[in-house]
């Protein structure tokens, strides 16, 4: 997913869709299980490893387009003459930023000490042993933050990165032409009949597969066991919602060109009125504003008769396994996931908060009106599956939901296919 984030005309695209004395390397092993997988991180990194911290830390995240990254990188330095961070900018590509962090870390390169993940990486990260355990640094202020955002970094009962920015899916809807906002996925397409029209990200990526996903567990529906050893996705519940899915696009609630589009095709499409509904990212909302579109913004609808659910994006940072100075690091992470911090960035660049009291912020409310219903997404929140292998698993489902969608298969036949794949990709970890 390329998780998308605005600030005053600048998208940043981050899909998707983001520190006591020096330590060594790896010096013991940190190990967890989750869905049968053995993870072996590097040496757990403590509060106390934090407390006095010194030497070079080099932070390595996506491109920052706004300066806002650059900014608490200076702030931290300012404020601890001991140590110094460097911020190393990774492309904007969310794909490219993945490949030259597992470059470094399959070298066991040190040069990086902080990663900045997409969420959906952390699984995958720290089952290779490239994450040291921050069990402890989070207990120690897992209070602070919104309990979904935490549930990105936790693999087999131990938490392996910090939450740093994240996002959940909202329904824009167009204010001329609907008046009383859908409370359900139902509601919402019957309402998109005669108002012109639901919005989504249709086409075979990633995207589809958080749409699809958003309604499933609204139903009730999951993609894996508990356990995360065996595909669970062929249900009646999946059935239920690609059917569904199939029914909006035949009876014209939903528009065949949802077929290609993602975000920005989909923004476009709101804004210029070929429809009325969009479900899409926070950053649409700065974006039609500029363009003085009349319309509101809610939390996605529930499934009739189940709870509303969003499917998290976001950025974690995590400490490498290699990090020659994890305590500083920590220090950083800390800091730059600490409430000041974080309003900073939720302000200047539209990341939004994983720390639930910054949206009653006055400050955040006057620059993100729309901070409450973000909130209430985000509070429904539910990771996309944890597992090494969701590239595997996200490419199943989007790939065969789109051939059902876009050539009227059986759902049936979409769903046993994709639990299929994902089983054969859950064999290969």
Known sequence: MRTKLASAGAILVCIASLAAGCGSGSSSSSGSSS?????????AVTPAMAGNPSGSVTWCIGKDTTGAFSQVV?????????????????????DQQRTQLVQREQAKSSECDVLGMDVIWTAEFAAQGWLRNVTAAIQARK???????????????????????TNAGLLFYNKGKIQTPPTTWQQAY?????????????QSYEGLTVDFLEMLYSAGGSVLSPDGKKATIDSPQAQQVLSFMQQ?????????ANLTYMEEESRTAFQTGKVSEL????????LAKQAHTNFGVEPLPAWAGGKP????????????????????????????????????????SSLPAVIGSIYQNPAVVKAQPFAPQLLQAVEHGIPRPVSPVYPQISQAIYKNVYSALSNNGSPAAA???????????????
């Open 35 to 43: 869905g049968g997988i053995t993870i072996n991180g590097g040496a």
């Open 74 to 94: 200076s702030l931290y330095n300012q404020s601890h003459p001991n140590v110094h961070v460097k911020l190393l900018e990774l492309p904007t590509s969310a």
């Open 143 to 165: 209070s602070e933050f919104i309990a979904s955002t935490l549930a990105t970094t936790n693999i087999g009962g131990k938490y392996w990165a910090v939450p740093f920015n």
């Open 190 to 202: 019957q309402m998109a009949k005669t108002s012109g029209g639901i919005g989504y990200q249709g």
């Open 248 to 256: 909006g696009l035949k009876d014209g609630a939903a528009p065949q």
């Open 279 to 286: 479900r899409n990212w926070p950053y649409v909302y700065a």
């Open 309 to 348: 659910a969003s499917v998290l994006g976001g950025y974690n940072l995590g400490i490498s396994s290699y990090s020659k100075n994890p305590g500083a690091a920590l220090s950083f992470v800390d800091y730059a996931t600490a409430p000041a911090a974080q309003t900073k960035f939720f302000i200047k």
């Open 415 to 429: 769903l046993s296919n994709a639990q299929s794949q994902i089983n054969s990709a859950l064999k290969t970890f």
